[in-house]
């Protein structure tokens, strides 16, 4: 029996949104914080949340997708151009602790996210406003908001 992209993709949906609800439930039992200080349920619901939402998508998109397929053309998409795409992109990853020391949080993320977007064929002004807005989105989360330094 040969599976479609499709039902692959229908199934990886309910898995992320299962492993979402195990995250939810098993965060629900975490200590709350004095004074209204996020606990340490908040990043691990939000991970959660992420899986939930990412399932949720991943289940409805066919039946509202305005496309209609035929998946019986569909050729897998791995490859080895892919898994060389996905190593590089490990490495680059791998770099931030010794660029982290001369270019910061924010210049040595940045440089790491427009490296993978470019990485991954994303138009080079695109994979920089992409990677600078998520970096400071970040470090202003962290610093500001949750009062934690990078």
Known sequence: MKMT???I???????????GIIIWIYTRNFPDLEEGYPGPAL???????GFILGGIILV???????KVTDDSDEKSHFSLLNLGKLVIGLFITGL??????????????????FAIGFLLNVKPWLAALVALSCTLIVYFLFTY?????L
Do not use: A
Not at 9 to 19: K, N, P, V
Not at 43 to 49: A, D, H, K, N, Q
Not at 60 to 66: G, Q
Not at 145 to 149: N, S
């Open 5 to 7: 992209q499709t039902k």
């Open 9 to 19: 993709d229908q199934m990886s949906g309910i898995l992320f949104l299962l492993f």
């Open 43 to 49: 990043f691990p619901r939000l991970i959660g949340s």
């Open 60 to 66: 409805i998109t066919p039946f509202i997708s305005s």
């Open 96 to 113: 931030y602790p010794f660029i982290q020391p001369y270019l910061g949080f924010i210049g040595s993320i940045s440089l790491i996210g």
């Open 145 to 149: 908001l949750l009062g934690v330094p």
